[in-house]
């Protein structure tokens, strides 16, 4: 399983890996040496070293093992440090001037694992008294070509004033550090944030820079390109509009003016074509041009615009296919009764007269046989008035119905 660690955490674990591997050509040293015979009387001591540095390697191989790196900070391996150098510091002799500046690279490589000024300068102050320790117990034991103040003052001046800058500049450090990395939770928050927003927005948004390379984009803009939000970075955002050959016109005016507003087919990565209306604008971020693409779709729309336009264009030639049928029969009925007038006007003449008794007297049964056939002459009339009426009345064409025709 892989483990997120801190950058500082980072520069620790190579500082011991880098000393877990000085120790095994140390010790590798040490031991070969003692083979061969060259360390003469130093060999007990020598072996002392390696072993030493054994038991740290040991102790440095369970913390990677295990993942327990904050060991590396803590006061067992401090004092392990602590103790090999002094052990050297003790066996190569501390009068000698040299070995206290093993003390000054503790001091430095302590900075690493500590930021904070007072525990440097007490780590210094410590290698001091370590050091100074180890300088009384050589002049106990094998005494010093110098008196012991002017081989411990001028190390211990070196060592303080190593603590003393470290520490100051480790302090800037873990202050900057501390800043970096308040301002990298703040933009992680307002990323987090700006995701939301994205994500919560209805229409599809596509984030690309200057060299038209998508950085973002939202749930909605993947659903209608059809491709995931790794898909989409780092494509370019001009491989999904459609060009008619007015794109590089289009893009010259979004740089010059910043904006842009109209109409655009969007193609997915099927091939589909989607009318969306885009509006596009740019901003800056890190002294970097960004441009933002509000896609709305508008394919359904569309659509439905251009059903509705057909459905008005066929029901415009159907009214007017109507009003032709429409003015066919009015004339159709016009001319029908003018044409069925005439002979019933004469049929109505006829039985008139008959009734009237001018072609001759008629018996009781004849005169109900001429009314009857008189009544239905007139109910024909009517329903001829009727209907050319009722025909006029829906026809555009004519409003006036014609006069009835009397005999």
Not at 46 to 67: C, D, G, P, Q, R
Request: with cysteine; proline share 3%; hydrophobic share 45%.
């Amino acid at each position: 399983m892989n483990t997120y660690v801190p950058p500082r955490m980072s520069l620790i674990l190579a500082v011991e890996r880098t000393a877990l591997i000085l120790r095994y050509i140390g010790a590798a040293i040490l031991i070969l040496l003692f083979v061969i015979g060259h360390l003469g009387e130093d060999a007990s001591s020598a072996l002392i070293m390696a072993a030493v540095w054994a038991a740290h390697n040991v102790f440095s191989h369970w913390v990677f093992l295990t993942e327990r790196h904050a060991y590396f900070m803590g006061p067992f391996n401090f004092c392990l440090y602590l103790g090999e150098i002094s052990l050297v510091t003790f066996l190569g002799g501390a009068g000698t001037g040299v070995t206290f500046t093993l003390y000054l690279l503790f001091v430095i490589g302590y900075s690493v694992h500590a930021r904070e000024f007072y525990r440097i300068m007490g780590t210094a102050a410590l290698c001091c008294a370590v050091y100074a320790g180890i300088i009384a117990l050589q002049w106990r034991l094998h005494g010093l070509t110098l008196p012991p103040g002017a081989v411990l003052l001028p190390p211990s001046l070196l060592i303080i004033s190593c603590g003393w800058l470290m520490g100051v500049i480790s302090d800037r450090f873990r202050i900057t550090e501390e800043e970096h990395l308040a301002r990298a939770q703040e933009l992680a928050s307002s990323e987090a944030t700006l995701r939301t927003i994205l994500d919560s927005a209805g229409d599809p948004i596509l984030v690309f820079d200057q060299h038209e390379l998508i950085t973002e984009a939202n749930g909605r803009a993947c659903a209608l390109l059809q491709l995931s939000r790794e898909q989409l970075l780092g494509s370019r955002v001009r491989g999904f509009i459609f060009d008619d050959g007015t794109l590089p016109v289009k893009f010259a005016t979004l740089r010059n003016k910043g904006e842009y507003k109209g109409e655009q087919l969007l193609i997915d990565a099927e091939g589909s074509e989607h009318t969306t209306s885009v509006v596009i604008r740019s901003f800056v971020r890190e002294q970097q041009r960004y441009y933002v693409l509000v896609a709305r779709d508008i394919t359904e729309e569309r659509r439905l615009q251009e059903t509705e336009r057909e459905t008005t264009a066929r029901l415009e030639q159907l009214n007017r296919e109507l009003a032709q049928a429409s003015k066919v029969k009015t004339e159709f009925l016009v001319t029908m009764s003018k044409k069925l007038r005439s002979p019933l006007a004469v049929m109505l003449g006829y039985t008139d007269m008959l009734l009237e008794g001018e072609l001759g007297e008629l018996t009781l049964e004849q005169q109900k046989a001429v009314q009857t056939c008189r009544r239905n002459v007139h109910r024909v009339l009517r329903l001829l008035d009727e209907a050319l009426e009722l025909g006029q009345r829906h026809s555009p064409a004519d409003k006036q119905p014609p006069t009835r025709e009397e005999p």
